[in-house]
């Protein structure tokens, strides 16, 4: 019987996230959820009812998508004529979440993307996952995805990003301190 080395740290399997374990629970769930309904509906109001819903739910989710994406752009245009930087999302991107949920056939899904057009909602998902995002990168570890963000998100007091490297003086220079050639 022989013993090997530990096992280092580095090779042992990394725990799934609860996340990506139940993720695929979840969808199947949702889906089994939404077919079932669909059929419900139609048993009761028959099959141009939930044709008619599927179709209304598309168009309607395609032009709240068009509509926050022109929103978008315009304040984007704005925010850059007037030299600052962009605004934060502004509610764009949950309306267009919710436009895309309508356009997704089934009636669970219309439901969760007409409640994301309203704006007591759309500031309560923000305002939730802003803190959860935040909650994730103040955990992050050094090296990984976290805190790459995390490093981006620094800036000076005033507000003014600044951007530029770290040059070390008490270390020598590799190449005998000579300046770098330009062209």
Same mark, same amino acid.
């Given at each position: 019987m022989?013993? /090997?080395a530990p096992?280092? @740290?580095y090779t042992a399997r990394r725990r799934r996230s609860r996340l990506r374990r139940y993720l695929p629970l979840g969808v199947a769930a949702w889906l089994v959820l939404e077919i079932w309904l669909l059929t419900l509906v139609a048993g009761a109001a028959g099959g141009l009812t939930v044709f008619l819903l599927l179709v209304a739910g598309l168009v309607a #989710?395609?032009?709240v998508i068009k509509r926050a994406g022109r929103r978008a752009f315009q304040?984007?245009?704005e925010a850059l004529r007037q030299? #600052?930087? @962009?605004? !934060?999302g502004g509610g764009n991107g949950l309306m267009m979440l919710g436009g895309l949920l309508l356009m997704i056939p089934g009636l669970?899904?219309?439901?969760? /993307?007409l409640l994301l057009l309203l704006p007591p909602v759309q500031q309560a998902v923000g305002r939730f996952t802003e803190n959860a995002l935040e909650k994730s990168l103040r955990k992050a570890s050094p090296g990984s995805l976290g805190d790459a963000f995390q490093q981006a998100r620094m800036h000076r007091p005033d507000g003014k990003?600044?951007?530029g490297e770290v040059i070390r003086e008490d270390r020598p220079e %590799?190449? #005998? /301190? !000579? %300046? %770098?050639?330009?062209h």
């Open positions: 022989t013993t /090997g096992t280092s @740290p #989710g395609s032009v304040s984007l245009n030299g #600052g930087s @962009p605004a !934060r669970v899904s219309d439901a969760a /993307g990003v600044v951007q %590799p190449d #005998g /301190g !000579r %300046p %770098p050639l330009t």
